[in-house]
């Protein structure tokens, strides 16, 4: 005979009750509390804290340096996708300007399957002789490579120069050097419209909808900057053999890696990004223009800088930068400097600390390029 309906539930209720003040008389004893899963971000923060960084330096010879160098730039562009420039292009003079010390040309570089390249290129004044050739590479913010190449001219770009000394590449176009001035995504004319992209990160975004296609958005302006390398060795104007690239912020991080990537590049300044992606990442972050999917699995920051060596690197780094965290800061220029031991290059990675905040300082810099690119 089976039980009736009211007989089992009031069966069910009784042993819950007795379940459930058993349970109150075990916590009451001091018993195990029931164990909850960790906060996501708690979770993300502790794996970013035990990431392996398998691929670390630890060579104490130039021929483990070279060895260590070909293994992790290979691994590098494998994380960071396809990111090689057209070989042909074709290119549109939008503008041009003839202004104190050199000639502003706006360019847009076009090939058939590549997003269009806008590039000021800056042609000092008096070029009777192939000169070195320079990419200056900008960094976040709404003017994108308008501040870099030091158009004042445009409304809001002459506050944006004062507040960060932003103007580099009219600086070293007046300094007689040749100057690309890229404009990478998603930034300046190729932001659009912001209000596009409703309340979200235009930097998270394009990264995330990137990543759904297989490609990377910091492979994807590696690409840019090499499009601009490419563009500077072509002109008649410039040495191919002489050629640096600068940077602050995310155009330092970007100068950092395109340096890493490219043998043909000389010397580079890296401003205002003396930081690791384990501290970065370690509290809520968004900026998917300097992400590398997978990255803290066999490196970080200070790796792909070790990529450099043994050519010179200027590090920047203002006193009042909030962007880098000093013990972070020193544990980074200690694991570069072991590459650079190994070259016997110790004194070719230079940290200039000023006094100042998040900005280009330039004085070791430039003295650093004048001696490299002579």
């Excluded at 708690?42 to 804290?49: F, G, P, Q």
């Excluded at 070293?172 to 979200?200: I, N, T």
Aim: overall charge positive; charged content about 20%; glycine content about 10%.
């Amino acid at each position: 005979m089976q039980p009736s309906n009211r007989t089992s539930r009031r069966s069910f209720l009784v042993g819950t009750g007795a379940a459930f003040g058993a349970q109150l008389a075990a916590g009451a004893r001091g018993a195990e509390p029931t164990p909850s899963p960790p906060a996501a971000g708690e979770a993300v923060r502790t794996a970013i804290a035990n990431a392996p960084m398998a691929m670390k330096f630890t060579g104490r010879t130039a021929e483990e340096g070279r060895q260590w160098q070909a293994a992790f730039r290979s691994k590098l562009r494998e994380l960071l996708g396809p990111c090689d420039p057209p070989q042909q292009w074709r290119t549109t003079v939008r503008s041009t300007a003839k202004l104190d010390g050199f000639r502003r040309e706006d360019l847009l570089l076009e090939a058939d399957g590549f997003s269009s390249l806008p590039v000021y290129l800056l042609l000092p004044d008096n070029l009777s002789d192939r000169r070195a050739g320079i990419v200056a590479l900008h960094g976040h913010g709404e003017f994108g490579h308008h501040a870099v190449a030091g158009r004042d001219d445009l409304p809001g770009v002459q506050q944006a120069i004062a507040g960060s000394n932003y103007d580099y590449g009219r600086q070293l176009a007046r300094r007689g050097y040749v100057v690309a001035c890229p404009c990478l995504m998603p930034f300046g004319e190729r932001l659009g419209k912001r209000e596009a992209f409703g309340k979200q990160d235009p930097c998270g975004d394009v990264f995330i909808r990137l990543l759904a296609l297989g490609r990377v958005l910091m492979g994807e302006n590696l690409r840019d900057a090499l499009w601009a390398l490419n563009l500077l060795v072509s002109r008649p104007e410039v040495d191919p053999v002489k050629l640096g690239c600068v940077g602050l912020s995310l155009g330092g991080r970007m100068t950092m890696l395109t340096a890493a990537m490219e043998p043909r590049i000389k010397v580079a300044a890296v401003s205002g990004a003396l930081n690791v992606m384990q501290e970065r990442l370690s509290q809520p972050y968004g900026c998917g223009a300097q992400i590398i999917p997978g990255l803290l699995q066999y490196g970080d920051v200070p790796e792909i800088g070790s990529l450099i060596a043994p050519r010179p690197a200027v590090w920047e780094v203002g006193s009042r930068d909030g962007l880098v965290k000093q013990p972070w800061a020193d544990e980074a220029v200690a694991r570069m400097r072991r590459a650079y031991q190994a070259f016997s290059a110790p004194d070719r990675l230079l940290v200039d600390r000023f006094e100042g905040g998040h900005q280009w300082h330039g004085e070791v810099a430039y003295d650093v390029l004048n001696k490299t690119l002579a």
